[in-house]
């Protein structure tokens, strides 16, 4: 079957990646959020559009969002790109007709900086569950602000997923997850000296990486701009969690720290470290680590189908899916500019280190 056109929706918010079998049946569908530090990325680069066309080709429907960036002068920090995803989240939700998805099969995933904002604004739905409070208690651990007020703050004009919105899973791609990260094990450490290129995320350089998000000290930041802060409290509710970690790559620490919290917080949680890798894999696609780890997700995506089958569908509505649609996030003088084409007519942890041979 010919792969469909992508094509931009919700006024430049996202681009829609059609899966090959939308027009025959309902599909999953994964919204997306590549990675670049909070600062570069786009949707034409691999980790987006290789990404992207790979889950479609495969029949999952993938929305790919153009969040905001931080720029050089210090615009769209937090919680900018996070209320980009909570509105993209929504317009893919209320839209579930129109593009042919399944509404209980909607996946939310995002790689690097895209899997902490991910991470971020699931901790921020969670918060609009009728009966809770948001995630932790008033006061300050480890930090991160954890009041329910910070959780869910978002930019004027937002239009958050609605109360008791949770996605069927959450794919993290090799997070960054804390802005103070725990000294790797030796094996990481002998791992990293042994390859210099791969060294690139020590310290003081993701420390850096979330000020300029935060533009600010990291003190006091909002639990969902930091989420390996959380508690096994915070994290009650969660969806479940598939996260493939790079081998050489000193972020997947936060990750591991992460999956922890997960677990005890009785989370669904697959952790899996790809074996052979560096940060950033999927973006770059020659590399056979990326199509192993498509495979991987996919059959993650099959085994969360047959979670969700029983369960109630919501209503959705057929809103319409011109370009013309009203963009719930970002006024048009913040957009970024950067163009999509236009649409022609049982709780387990699991770790391992399978995968690729040489």
Do not use: K
Request: contains cysteine; negative net charge.
């Amino acid at each position: 079957m010919t792969q469909q056109t992508p094509y931009a929706a919700a006024d430049g918010l996202v681009r829609v990646y059609p899966a090959d079998a939308a027009a025959a049946r309902r599909t999953p569908a994964l919204v997306w959020a590549h990675g670049g530090g909070f600062v570069a990325g786009d949707l034409d680069m691999p980790e987006a559009d290789w990404v992207a066309r790979a889950f479609a080709a495969r029949g999952v429907t993938v929305v790919s969002v153009d969040y905001r960036l931080v720029g050089a002068d210090g615009a769209n920090v937090y919680p900018a790109g996070s209320d980009d995803l909570l509105a993209a989240w929504s317009w893919t939700r209320v839209h579930a007709d129109d593009l042919g998805i399944d509404p209980v099969r909607i996946v939310v995933g995002g790689a690097s900086a895209g899997a902490n904002l991910t991470a971020g604004a699931v901790l921020r739905t969670l918060c609009l569950t009728p009966g809770r409070r948001g995630p932790g208690t008033s006061g300050s651990a480890g930090g991160a602000d954890r009041s329910p007020d910070a959780a869910v703050e978002a930019a004027p004009g937002s239009d958050a997923p609605s109360a008791g919105f949770t996605p069927a899973g959450v794919f993290l791609a090799y997070p960054t997850l804390l802005a103070v990260q725990p000294a790797p094990d030796a094996a990481l450490r002998a791992m990293l000296d042994a390859n210099p290129v791969a060294d690139r995320f020590g310290p003081a350089r993701v420390l850096e990486m979330y000020e300029t998000y935060l533009g600010g000290a990291v003190d006091g930041a909002p639990l969902p701009a930091v989420p390996g802060l959380a508690t096994p409290a915070d994290l009650d509710g969660f969806p479940p969690v598939l996260m493939v970690n790079g081998e050489a790559d000193e972020l997947r620490v936060s990750g591991e720290a992460f999956a922890v919290t997960l677990a005890a917080a009785g989370v669904p949680v697959e952790i899996v470290t790809e074996p052979g890798t560096e940060h950033g894999h999927l973006n770059r696609p020659d590399e056979p680590a990326a199509s192993v780890t498509v495979e991987r997700v996919m059959r993650w995506v099959d085994d969360l189908g047959g979670r969700v089958a029983a369960q109630p569908r919501p209503e959705t509505t057929h809103a319409g899916l011109g370009t013309g649609a009203s963009r719930p996030t970002r006024p048009p003088a913040l957009d970024t500019g950067a163009p999509g084409p236009t649409r022609p007519p049982t709780p387990t942890t699991v770790s391992t280190t399978e995968g690729i041979t040489s």
